[in-house]
């Protein structure tokens, strides 16, 4: 089978096509407020139930599943009632909790009668938290914000400042240490500052340097590079003097280094670590990213090359004929950069893009010095020992395949940047499911490539699979099939940090017999846990965090760790590149400046930054209900062991100062 050069960007199309939206959170909340005396009335609340969908009843003690309504009214509300459902909910014994529950998978309406004050406007706000479950799997819990007026309310120009609740919060804020101030509706107590030991084990910045190295290898056996090697070094034998080989081969090959090191040294003080780090969660950045290693792949299928201006490489060429000594090497040098970027360019676009994605200023110039190495150190070594070039296999079909090869693995890395976006955003068009199976597609496509069933334009017919071809596409076929358990909810611990989180997963049917009690808001998790008395793991984390995933399947995902935390436990999780919008923005005054926070991860990036002085994810550190810390913090290691001894140690030093 051939695939044309004019096909390729219509199977491309219908890829992305695939890609549908998802419905969202399972009901739809909507309120109202009814006067039915001068002095009296009732709240509506509407929850509209998306077909397949239900959400689970009040409890009596409350509980992670059930619902709770929070009513909280200004200083014209004098009394509320309790909520009234229209219909009954439906009972059913769930196995999962091993318990009967009730839940309303129609939609329902909640009546709650208040009274109010004759001559002022009532403002009433509404929190209610629920989790909407289908046949297969829940999603995780959400809270809805809902605000009803009446009376004649007007809201003032700073907000409600009648409100009896947000004053008394704004008050404790301002009362309680001088250096944060807030309208926003936080116990501050929970929000100062503490000292902390900072860890010093995270070094992803190196695992840059060494996919920067593999990098340029991958590059030496491209099309582009690998048919310069005995070019270039004929320059240097016609230079050996006595039987010794002089110097040139040397600086030609830190030439290199140094042409490819200054490039991201350049990139990384144009925008140094915050913007990367900015960069790497955008939605914007995140999705062009996508596209460029997607135009990039294409590239490597053989639709078009991508190269520099031709008159640059001529330019650089004539220099180096017409210079002598370490400028004439330097210019070959840059020669062979310009040369070779149409295949190298693909390669070095996503090295920085993976590189911004760490979001450390070391990031760019390791990468761009790893890359360099890979690429100089081999033509340094057939320099030094020319005989070596007699035993390189000529050029011809199989480099045209490398970049094929390339292509595809440019493609699956590709999906990764789109998932952030997704995750961050909330779109939920690229859940964990739709994500394994254009991954399983991809796998599978490349197998058969290896074996010769797929072939492109560029590509020459063979007769028969070599050998090392075949034992080439057992792996991506044998990873395919590792892959299709993750449709039904395998954790997928080799890949857990590229694949989206098991959350986002619609139909799962990977249980566990321990379940923790997880918050994503770090305000009613800590209420939570004061009021049942228990400490709290907190989980600084982020969706475009590879170490995280890595950690939640290496570490959470054990039934060691899921006990520890479902019977000691509150888990407050986090996400500081959320970016959905809070429901008003969040004004802090701290240390001398003013902050205003818009997004639900800019508030807990806040939080990170001003208690804990920190900023890098993983983050985690055990806190007892008055916010200090218990232990000294952890970022990235994935043993158990140590971490279930570190989970001791806060529980220890918890229950001895009850």
């Known amino acids: 089978m051939i695939i044309g050069k004019g096909k390729i960007f219509f199977v491309m199309l219908l890829g992305l096509l695939s890609l549908a939206a998802k419905g969202a959170d399972g009901v739809e909340w909507t309120a109202d407020a009814v006067a039915d005396t001068d002095d009296a009335g009732h709240i509506v609340v509407t929850a509209k139930v998306a077909e397949g969908y239900h959400f689970y009843s009040f409890a009596p003690e409350g509980g992670y599943n059930s619902l709770e309504i929070k009513v909280e009214g200004n200083d014209a509300v004098l ?59 829940c999603l995780t819990p959400k809270t809805v914000n809902l605000t009803v007026i009446g009376n004649g309310y007007v809201e003032s ?101 140094v042409i490819y090191l200054v490039l991201g040294i350049a990139i990384t003080l144009i925008f140094g670590a915050g913007k990367l780090n900015e960069l790497s969660t955008n939605a914007i950045f995140n999705i062009i990213f996508f596209l460029l290693l997607v135009v990039f792949a294409i590239s490597f299928f053989g639709a078009f090359d991508i190269k520099l201006p031709q008159k640059w490489s001529n330019a650089m060429d004539s220099k180096a004929e017409s210079t002598s000594g370490i400028i004439s090497i330097f210019f070959m040098a840059f020669t062979l950069v310009l040369v070779s970027f149409s295949c190298t360019g693909p390669i070095i676009g996503t090295l920085l893009v993976e590189a911004a994605s760490q979001g ?26 020319p005989g070596m070039l007699k035993e390189m296999p000529k050029s011809g079909g199989w480099l045209n395949s490398v970049k094929v090869v390339l292509g595809f693995c440019e493609l699956i890395l590709s ?6 976006a997704d995750m961050a955003y909330g779109w939920r068009i690229l859940d964990r499911e739709v994500f394994i199976s254009i991954w399983i597609v991809l796998f599978v496509m490349l197998g058969l490539y290896l074996l010769g069933k797929l072939r492109f334009s560029h590509d020459e017919k ?37 694949v989206p989180p098991l959350e986002t997963q619609d139909f799962n049917l990977y249980t566990h017999d321990s379940n923790y009690m997880e918050f994503s808001d770090y305000d009613e998790g800590m209420a939570y846990a004061e009021e049942h008395q228990m400490p709290v793991l907190l989980d600084f984390s982020g969706y475009g965090c590879v170490n995280c995933r890595n950690m939640e399947a290496a570490v959470f995902d054990t039934e060691q760790v899921r006990g520890m935390l479902a019977e000691n436990f509150v888990v407050i999780k986090l996400m500081v590149d959320d970016k959905k919008e809070l ?8 240390g001398g400046s003013d902050y205003t926070l818009e997004t639900v991860g800019e508030k807990w990036a806040f939080l990170q930054s001003y208690k804990f002085g920190a900023n890098s994810q993983p983050y985690y550190i055990v806190l007892d209900n008055a916010g200090q810390p218990l232990t000294d913090p ?5 043993s158990v062991e140590r971490f279930m001894l570190w989970l001791n140690e806060g529980l220890e030093r918890y229950n001895s100062g009850r």
């Open 415 to 420: 999906l990764k940047f789109l998932s952030v």
């Open 583 to 590: 429901v008003r923005p969040m004004k802090v005054t701290a």
């Open 462 to 498: 063979k007769d028969h699979v070599g050998v090392g071809r075949f034992i080439l596409a057992i792996f991506p076929l044998a990873f395919a099939v590792y892959l299709l358990p993750g449709l039904w909810g395998a954790p997928l611990k080799a890949c857990s940090a590229f």
């Open 79 to 137: 009394s509320t009632g309790e909520p009234s459902a229209s219909i009954a909910p439906e009972t059913h014994y769930e196995e999962s909790q091993g318990a009967d529950l009730s839940s309303w998978s129609n939609d329902v309406s909640f009546t709650i009668p208040f009274t109010f004050a004759p001559d002022k406007g009532y403002k009433i706000n509404l929190k209610i938290r629920y989790q909407a479950c289908d046949a297969t799997a």
């Open 360 to 385: 450390n200023i070391l990031g760019p110039a390791l990468g761009m010095g790893g890359f360099a190495l890979g690429l100089a150190v081999p033509f340094t070594l057939f320099a030094f020992f």
């Open 157 to 257: 120009e700073n907000g409600d400042t009648a409100d009896a609740v947000q004053a008394n919060l704004t008050e404790s804020a301002a009362g309680n240490s001088g250096e944060l101030t807030t309208d926003a509706a936080i116990n501050t107590q929970w929000w100062s500052p503490v000292k902390t030991t900072t860890p010093t084990t995270d070094q992803s910045p190196w695992a840059i340097l060494v996919l920067g190295f593999v990098g340029g290898l991958a590059a030496l056996l491209t099309p582009c590079v690998w048919p310069l090697i005995p070019m270039t070094l004929s320059f240097f034998l016609k230079q050996k003097k006595g039987g010794r080989f002089n110097s040139g081969a040397l600086t030609y090959g830190v030439a290199i280094v």
């Open 634 to 638: 952890v970022y990235y290691d994935n």
